[in-house]
């Protein structure tokens, strides 16, 4: 086994973010390979990256707009020259549509979603109020998994009528997001949640123009859907953005193999509880976040599958049992006991996510490392909150 228990290479305080930029820029070539031989844009999602870096590179070769989930993120890729931008999260009254007029004014080309009469009362009082004209997507449910309009409810008529009718507003078609992909358990599993969010989105889009109404814009996404599509007949554009990165959950599904996670957390080893078979680290809850995303997959992966601090599989199939704040407990998967000083204190291992974005979300940069290393050639600012 690789390990390292050096106290000053690299000059690494731990816990610490890495990035591997190789498996980035694999996982990258992947869905753009992909999506061209399928006739597709992409428009990615920045809410795991958070990073002009990053998100520069995953734009090569594509139109240029990305997704945004925070108006945080909206005027961050705003003021780094990113003008075309979706806000992919409902909205409600108030300090946050004050914050959309003040992109707007400023330049951003800023798209909203909605799915519901009131939100489309309170955007138009305030675009009109402000002179400004927003174009809005309507947000679909085809699978039943989060917000949206049902496909073939008759809310959606009322509700693109509603913002057609509005001279402050800018119907532009319809957008989902397949969350349901999810739950999936097998590649033909994944295929058909693709097909169906495909279908549902093509046939919503096909009703509105049935009833007069403009639907330039079909807009659907997640990663696994994205990259398990076999058409994207009558789709304008996709929006994925885990793929970037991938993670154990993703994994999990058979989106990606376990090598192409890109990112990952040094921790360090800072004590033994030799009779309980644990090692002790310095890389809690704080560190790697709480998501236990892959609990309800076939393969619990606790907090974080446990690599060599160069990112190589680490013997004994451990994984992190439990996090408290700034502590990490790695035991074996089954519960048994091992030896324990084989892991001396100060070795330094790598935390495979459960969730990328979750664990990217509790650091402020990422030290990027090249393929088998771990020491850091650059570092990237990312950002985080609302």
Not at 27 to 46: D, F
Not at 159 to 168: I, L, P
Not at 326 to 337: D, F, K, P, T, V
Request: glycine share 10%; hydrophobic share 45%.
């Amino acid at each position: 086994m690789s390990t390292s228990t050096h106290p000053n290479d690299p000059a690494l305080e731990t816990p610490a973010l890495l990035l591997d930029v190789d498996a980035l820029q694999s996982n990258l070539a992947r869905m753009r390979t992909h999506l061209k031989q399928l006739g597709a844009n992409l428009r990615p999602h920045v809410k795991t990256a958070k990073s002009t870096e990053v998100v520069r590179r995953a734009l090569e070769g594509q139109p240029g707009g990305i997704t945004v989930s925070t108006l945080k993120e909206a005027e961050y890729f705003f003021e780094n020259g990113i003008r075309d931008i979706l806000y992919a999260v409902g909205i409600a009254p108030g300090s946050k549509l004050t914050h959309v007029v003040d992109l707007i004014r400023r330049g951003a080309g800023l798209t909203l979603i909605l799915d519901n009469a009131v939100a489309v009362d309170s955007i138009a009082k305030v675009a009109k109020a402000a002179g400004i004209r927003v174009p809005i997507l309507l947000e679909l449910d085809v699978d039943g998994h989060r917000a949206g309009i049902a496909v073939g409810s008759p809310d959606l008529i009322a509700v693109a009528r509603a913002v057609h009718a509005a001279d402050s507003l800018e119907l532009r078609g319809v957008m989902t997001h397949a969350g349901a992909s999810y739950e999936c358990r097998s590649a033909q599993a994944l295929r058909e949640a693709a097909a169906q969010e495909r279908l549902r989105s093509v046939a919503a889009a096909e009703q509105l123009r049935a009833a007069g109404l403009p639907c330039p814009v079909v807009s659907i996404g997640s990663t696994p859907t994205a990259l398990f599509a076999e058409s994207f007949a009558g789709i304008s554009e996709v929006r994925a953005g885990v793929y970037m990165f991938q993670d154990l959950v993703m994994a999990g599904l058979g989106v990606c193999r376990i090598e192409d996670i890109a990112l990952s957390v040094l921790v360090s080893v800072i004590g033994h509880q030799a009779e309980r078979g644990w090692l002790i680290t310095d890389g809690g809850w704080m560190a790697l976040s709480r998501d236990r995303g892959t609990s309800t997959q076939p393969l619990d992966q606790g907090y974080g599958v446990v690599r060599t601090a160069e990112g190589a599989a680490a013997p004994d199939d451990l994984i992190v049992v439990s996090a408290n704040q700034e502590h990490g407990i790695i035991a074996q998967r089954s519960g048994a006991r091992f030896d324990v000083e084989r892991y001396p204190v100060g070795t330094l291992l790598r935390i495979l996510p459960n969730h990328a974005c979750a664990t990217a979300a509790q650091h402020d940069h990422y030290n990027v490392v090249r393929a088998g290393s771990y020491g850091p050639v650059e570092s990237w600012p990312r950002i985080s909150g609302w």
